[in-house]
């Protein structure tokens, strides 16, 4: 069942379109994220969902009901800012009440239903306290209690842990993922940050200056991007592009500014002479000493010009003999012992695994 469709939704400021002729539908009790850099599109998006922004065209069907003339507040949608907008001269308490009030409860429903969310997120005992005595990941406690207790239909949260510090983050995120399936509530969550959007939702579209350029499975999105922006934005990524040298039925020859790379791709994708982009992860490249490394398909010279121990891995970057500069990771099989394989100023060999290359020939540019 289908609790959100969007069609053909367009948003215009003046000359400037910033959402363009989004079309997706998200399933009951999904949880979706919208992701994509600053300016993208997916606030005013999620704002237009709300019905805080008025679509130039299309239309939002929300439960089978279409709602674009339909004012924010019966809408029965639940909202999470990224800035809490908790009433600031209310208690805990009060905050996560004031839409019951607002619908004119019973009192004793009020307490029970206000006490049940309240430990739902995690803050009985602080039903008392002003918002100015919470921590930050306190007061998002309290505006993710008040956007649930009217039971919306659908929960909207835009960007609501970029204010919290990393651990914070992770933690809130948590919580309401489990919170979300607990309910089995709609939602659709605003970030910017691709790890959580990849961690928390069922599905992700990634947008870029208005458009959707992609939506599926976080897995899809990550293993089978469908151009090289989301290539490139999800998940770090060495992006090169080229022209096709030759083709068989199961691989193909790229040739990038000189570096021929083989990757496993045939005739049913690309043809010779086809302007291409490949993707190479990080986690992809292995990183070899000239002397161990006999010489086969995918293997360059290079040397280490940066690295960078993280604990359980080191990333760090090699500088090619034609200048192409690519980024690595090696996890550490044995604690740290294996760290001092490598230095900065070493010489190695670089194996990329054709099976490991992802590629396609859909181009919106970096």
């Known amino acids: 069942m289908v609790d959100i469709s969007i069609r053909n939704l367009v948003k215009k400021f003046g000359s400037s379109t910033v ?16 992701l994509g850099p600053s300016g993208c599109g997916k606030t005013t998006l999620l704002r237009m969902i709300a019905g805080f922004e008025q679509p130039t065209s299309g239309d939002i069907i929300l439960k089978g009901q279409r709602v674009n003339d339909i004012p924010p507040q019966k809408r029965n949608v639940g909202i999470v800012f990224q800035d809490y907008a908790v009433f600031p001269t209310m208690t805990v308490f009060d905050n996560v009440a004031y839409g019951l009030k ?22 009985i005992g602080l039903e008392k306290r002003m918002p ?21 239909d659908v ?70 991007p469908g151009n090289d922006f989301v290539a490139n934005f999800i998940g770090r990524s060495n992006i090169l592009y080229g022209k096709t040298l030759s083709l068989d039925a199961h691989s193909a020859l790229v040739d990038t500014k000189g570096l021929k790379i083989q990757i ?3 005739t049913e994708k690309f043809s010779v002479g086809q302007d291409v982009w490949i993707s190479i992860r990080p986690q992809y490249l292995r990183i070899r000493g ?22 359980t891995f080191t990333k760090g970057e090699v500088r090619l003999a034609d200048g192409i500069e690519l980024e690595f990771e090696f996890y550490h099989v044995d604690g740290a012992s294996d760290v001092a394989r490598f230095a900065v100023g070493d010489e190695v060999v670089v194996e990329i695994d054709p099976a490991s290359v992802i590629s396609g020939n859909t181009m919106k540019g970096l």
């Open 132 to 152: 100015s005595q919470l921590s930050g990941g306190q007061q998002q406690r309290v505006a993710l209690a008040r956007a649930l207790i009217t039971k919306p």
């Open 19 to 34: 959402v363009n002729d989004i079309s997706i539908d998200i399933e009951k009790g999904q949880m979706v994220a919208l």
């Open 264 to 266: 496993a791709c045939g």
């Open 290 to 311: 000239r002397a161990n490394t006999t010489p086969a398909a995918n293997t360059f010279a290079a040397m280490i010009t940066y690295l960078e121990y993280l604990g």
């Open 102 to 123: 607002i619908k004119k409860i019973p009192k004793d429903q009020i307490f029970n239903e206000v006490m049940h969310y309240l430990s739902l997120v995690g803050l």
């Open 155 to 224: 929960l909207l949260l835009d960007e609501p842990l970029s204010n919290l510090d990393a651990a914070l983050r992770l933690k809130i995120r948590k919580e309401i993922r489990k919170i979300q399936k607990q309910l089995s509530i709609t939602a659709v969550f605003v970030t910017h940050d691709q790890e959580e959007a990849m961690s928390i939702a069922d599905q992700v579209f990634v947008m870029r200056n208005g458009f959707v350029m992609q939506g599926g499975m976080p897995y899809e999105i990550y293993a089978k």
